[in-house]
């Protein structure tokens, strides 16, 4: 089996319906619209733990996931698709 250890998440992405990661991979696709998928992990109570390029790390909340600037096209929103 092969790990892809990298996504690119869009502002279009859908919430996974599981949000523990056990469907994670393979089950949730990485595919257009589901990259954030590789992220949105319930891992520390509906929020995951970031590190930054400026070095500085920080909990996030699931939901504002969608908040942060992933790349340069990102365009951060509070809209949310359910998936």
Not at 3 to 16: A, E, I, R
Not at 59 to 83: Q, S
Request: charged share 25%; with cysteine.
């Amino acid at each position: 089996m092969v790990v892809w250890v990298g996504s690119w998440p869009s502002h279009g992405d859908t919430m996974p319906e599981d949000l523990t990661g056990e469907i994670g991979y393979p089950g949730y696709p990485h595919q257009g619209g589901r990259f954030m998928g590789r992220f949105c992990i319930d891992r520390h109570n509906n929020a995951i733990n970031i590190g930054f390029v400026d070095t500085h790390a920080e909990r996030v909340p699931l939901k504002d996931l969608w908040l942060k600037k992933w790349h340069k096209n990102f365009k951060p929103t509070a809209e949310i698709n359910e998936g």
